[in-house]
């Protein structure tokens, strides 16, 4: 496995920065939450390594971070209720094919699919379904608030981890 090491620190804006901040900010290991509902007919989905929990206890809120870019956050976004599965160690294939951009993200999905119109990916850790409260502009991303409305804990599934531009799974020491 080939690794790129940055020895000294690199001032953002330089012609190096670009590639030191994703290698930085891929440094960081992070769970992985799909984000799925029907709108209007039709199921939307998309994944983000960028999630967090914890943003609120009480009301219980949580929050990732979107592209500006995202073809997808838009439609989304409209969702009454957005479903959240945080992804197991055996979700890897599934959220490859949830960001995909050239099949159909949920075709052979194990899914469940309540009456709010959330949709949760069968297995995952943990379900929660939620409203968005607000969005926040930052640089070329937005960061997204929702509040939890319902939620699930699954019987210990292990995490899907992203770190390195990897998918990877925990190991206990």
């Given amino acids: 496995m080939t690794t790129t090491t940055i020895h000294d620190l690199v001032e953002v804006g330089t012609p190096d920065a670009a590639a030191a901040v994703k290698l930085a900010f891929g440094s960081f290991p992070s769970g992985v939450a799909a984000l799925a509902a029907e709108v209007d007919g039709v ?14 206890f009480d009301p219980p809120m949580v929050m990732f971070s979107v592209q500006n870019s995202s073809t ?9 209720r957005i479903g959240i599965s945080i992804l197991g160690s055996a979700h890897d294939e599934a959220c ?7 099949r159909d993200r949920f075709a052979g999905l194990d899914l469940h699919e309540p009456e709010s119109g959330a949709i949760f990916v069968n297995d995952a850790t943990v379900w929660l379904e939620c409203v968005v409260r607000s969005e926040i502009p930052a640089g070329d991303h937005h960061v997204v608030v929702l509040e939890v409305t319902s939620l699930r804990v699954g019987d210990q599934t292990e995490p899907l981890v992203y770190h390195g531009t990897r998918f990877r799974r925990l190991i206990a020491v």
Avoid: D, E, N
């Fill in 96 to 102: 490859y094919q949830l960001s995909s951009r050239s």
């Fill in 72 to 80: 997808t956050w838009p439609i989304l976004k409209q969702a009454g």
């Fill in 43 to 56: 199921r939307v989905g998309m994944v983000s390594s960028s999630f967090s929990v914890g943003v609120s």
